[in-house]
Structure formats: C-alpha cells, structure tokens
C-alpha cells in the first residue's frame, strides 16, 4: 500500500532542475534562432564563436562536444531525447540554407558539430606563422 508520501517522492523524482542541461524553457522550441550569425562556408569561426556561446549560456553545449552522455534511466533518456533533438535543429536553422544540404542527414548534436567543424573550419598555417611572429615581436 503507498501512502500520500511515495506519490510525492515519486514526482519529485522525476522533475528536472532548471538549471539541468535536460531542461528547456518556454521560449526554447526547436523553430528558434539562438544567434543572428548565420554559418556560412567563409565565417565557420565567427559563426562557431557565437554558437558556443549562446549554447553555454544555456547550459547546452556539452551535447556537442560530448560531455553529457546519453543517460540509462528511462526519464532521463526521453528528456535528453527532446534536448537533443531541439539543438540539432537550433544548429541547423543557424546554417545558411545554400550549405545546409552538406549535413542535412546528420541527426547526432555531436557528430553535426564534428562534421561542421572537419568542413568549414579554416586552418591557415601562413595566418598562424604571422601571428606568431608578431607574438614573439612584443
């Protein structure tokens, strides 16, 4: 027999914290815009720099880089679920339309952000070498 005890440990336990990387706000639906820059095949850093930030302030950006495992327990999993889910198409509509083709399949947080990285990020190594001169002149 439960007593009026167990259905309130019972729902406190499955609440989420709303400071937990499992929550969403109201206003966090997967149609939003969280930041203005959009990515295209010349401004990956600009565009990334942004993204981070607007997914840090959310306590998010861990499904991206891979800190926030995918959880075993059962209500846990479908709030990641729906997490992750929002933030694979946060990354998306942040992608210009005229790119987005070249990931349009790829539905993990991690492995878009992973392969928008491999394709767009730019290493100039005769950028590197001037700034590390002029480093080495101060």
Not at 82 to 103: A, K, L
């Amino acid at each position: 027999m439960t007593g009026p005890d167990d259905s309130a440990s019972a729902s406190t336990k499955h609440k989420i914290d709303s400071l937990s990387p499992f929550s969403l706000y109201n206003q966090e639906g997967p149609g939003q815009a969280i930041t203005h820059i959009k990515l295209r095949s010349d401004n990956y850093e600009e565009w990334n720099r942004s993204m981070r930030w607007s997914l840090k302030s959310r306590r998010k950006f861990g499904f991206c880089d891979g800190s926030i495992e995918k959880p075993t327990d059962d209500f846990l999993l479908g709030q990641w679920e729906v997490v992750h889910c929002t933030i694979v198409q946060w990354i998306m509509n942040s992608i210009d339309p005229s790119i987005r083709d070249s990931v349009s399949d790829t539905e993990d947080a991690r492995l878009l952000w992973s392969e928008l990285e491999d394709q767009y990020a730019v290493v100039d190594g005769a950028k590197i070498h001037h700034l590390k001169t002029q480093l080495n002149e101060c």
